[in-house]
């Protein structure tokens, strides 16, 4: 299937119906990508707990990769996030980058907490960052 784009006409602020000499060429049975389910907004764990986030998306030639911040996450690039045991390094603000065939999305994100343990009584604490 190929599309024509119409050209800019200078000054005009309108699109001529000439077609342009290019074209936007789409893979036959490509689908582009659908997140059809998001991480949880908010998650609170105690340190030393595992943890797990997935997104689920449909489209043709799909690839994940797992952020932390603007931080691609070294080989977190399956549809679930996973961590055995959560410290407060952890704590922060992940999201997932899917790509496909022809576009790409980012799921929302996922705001981790990571609540310290208590010792001799004491209170523990927290760490979390929020989005920006």
């Known amino acids: 299937m190929a599309f024509s ?6 000054g005009l602020g309108k699109t001529s119906s000439e077609p342009s000499t290019r074209s936007l060429r789409v893979p036959r049975g490509s689908q582009p990508v659908t997140t059809t389910t998001q991480p949880l907004a908010r998650a609170r764990l105690c340190a030393g707990s595992p943890a ?3 997104v689920s998306a449909t489209g043709t030639d799909i690839s994940f990769q797992w952020f932390k911040g603007e931080n ?3 080989g977190q690039t399956s549809a679930t996030l996973i961590a055995s045991n959560v410290q407060a390094s952890n704590a922060g603000s992940y999201n997932m980058e899917i790509t496909g065939a022809c576009n790409s999305e ?3 994100a996922l705001v981790l907490t990571v609540y310290f ?5 004491t209170p523990g604490g927290s760490a979390t960052v929020s989005p920006e």
């Open 106 to 108: 980012t799921s929302t």
């Open 5 to 10: 784009l119409g050209r800019q006409i200078e």
């Open 52 to 54: 797990t986030a997935s």
């Open 72 to 74: 691609a996450l070294n």
């Open 117 to 121: 343990l208590r010792i001799g009584g």
